[in-house]
């Protein structure tokens, strides 16, 4: 492959800047105080969170673009702080290999996840993500020192095995690959599995108590707002399928295109953008891919798909 040469490259929005990043260090990564002993950390791309106890930390995920300096941050913050910089628990929010293959890293800790988080991992057999040795079904209540933290699956959504990762006594919620704070879904929602789990899942985000949402990418924490925002986004984009489907004859399209059906697919699309409002919505392939994947959804997941041929 070769460079493409800058005429050639798009001219996109101004990335807004609700949607801009923290200065990271010369090692490239920002460490900041969430609330008390609760703590994140971002390359600006992915996200990661630990919590400093008496008994040691407790890290929440292990993204691999992050790696090493995931234990700079946390001798950063103990040597601050006077507390300890051994991580003791690791907790994987999912087990996706961008959220968790410097999981490694860690060793003689006690990893956690969902019952099927260990059962993915085990089939994938990566060395980065070792296992959970302890794993739980619906719900499950970590307690390090003095520290609580309720972990639950609500269903699937970006995964089968996503969970919701509660800190009731630090006011935040961190749940992963769902909302992108100040920026829109990259392809097909964040490439997520299951469509519809993932349009349900921010009601389920905003009925916890939480003023901090850890949403797993990109260079800040997120609200309330974003993730009404991006509730509003979805929203707009599963009403202009739903019109679509409902009104436009796909006829003409497979006519023109003949053999070529796939072609009479393409023209079926309807894309909604905010550009100037979420980061990235005037790059057409991530609201194209979103927009299909919902249409999709609604098509054969809700019904029904079209009208009945006569």
Known sequence: MTSPASGDLPDYAPVPPSARGAALNDQGYYVGRVERNLYWVTDNVYQSAFLTTPDGVVLFDAPPSIGYNLQRAVDEIAAAEGVSNKVTHLVYSHHHADHGAAAS??????????????????????????????????????????????????????????????????????????????????????????????????????????????????????????????????????????????????????????????????????????TGVLAAADIEVFTTTTTFAIMQSLRLDKGPSGPVHP
């Open 105 to 274: 890293l860690f060793e003689d800790v006690i990893r956690i996840g969902h019952e099927e988080t260990r059962r993915l991992l085990l089939r994938d057999d990566d060395p980065g993500r070792p296992a959970p040795d302890v794993t739980f079904g619906d719900s499950y209540t970590l307690e390090v020192g003095g520290e609580r933290i309720e972990l639950a699956w609500h269903g699937s959504n970006h995964s089968p095995d996503n969970i919701f990762i509660h800190f009731p006594d630090h006011d935040t919620l961190m749940f992963i690959d769902v909302v992108n704070a100040g920026w829109v879904p990259i392809y097909n929602l964040n490439l997520s599995e299951d469509v519809q789990g993932y349009m349900q899942a921010p009601d389920t985000a905003l009925s916890y108590p939480w003023t901090h949402f850890i949403c797993g990418h990109l260079g800040r924490l997120a609200t309330r707002e974003d993730v009404a925002l991006h509730q509003q986004y979805i929203a707009d984009i599963e009403a202009s399928s739903r019109e679509a489907l409902a009104s436009v004859n796909p006829v003409p399209y497979y006519m023109r295109y003949g053999e070529n059906v796939w072609a009479g697919v393409k023209g079926h699309l309807v894309i909604a953008k905010y």
